[in-house]
């Protein structure tokens, strides 16, 4: 039983790229449903991308901003009707 990822296969650089693209599709998707939950998730993904060194920089910073929006749009729909819930 081989515990260990194989000498040529370097296994950090594609979880940094698989993080960085779950937050940009957490964050997507957080805009249109449970942003409370997938918003803060979308921002960790992205910081832990962004902190382990993603090649896919860009990506991890749309799921940053896309994150940051969702809470920004919870926000807003808490300010228009005073509850933690809203419908389309």
């Avoid at 382990?52 to 940053?64: D, E, N, P, Q, S």
């Amino acid at each position: 039983m081989q515990l260990t990822a194989p000498a040529g296969r370097r296994t950090g650089i594609r979880d940094t790229d698989g993080m960085a693209v779950a937050s940009f599709v957490l964050g997507l998707l957080g805009l249109l449903v449970l942003n409370v939950v997938l918003g803060p998730i979308a921002i960790v993904l992205a910081g832990l991308a962004l902190w382990r060194g993603t090649a896919r920089r860009g990506r991890a910073l749309l799921g940053l901003g896309l994150g940051v929006a969702d809470l920004v749009v919870l926000a807003a729909f808490i300010s228009a009707d005073n509850t933690m819930s809203w419908s389309l």
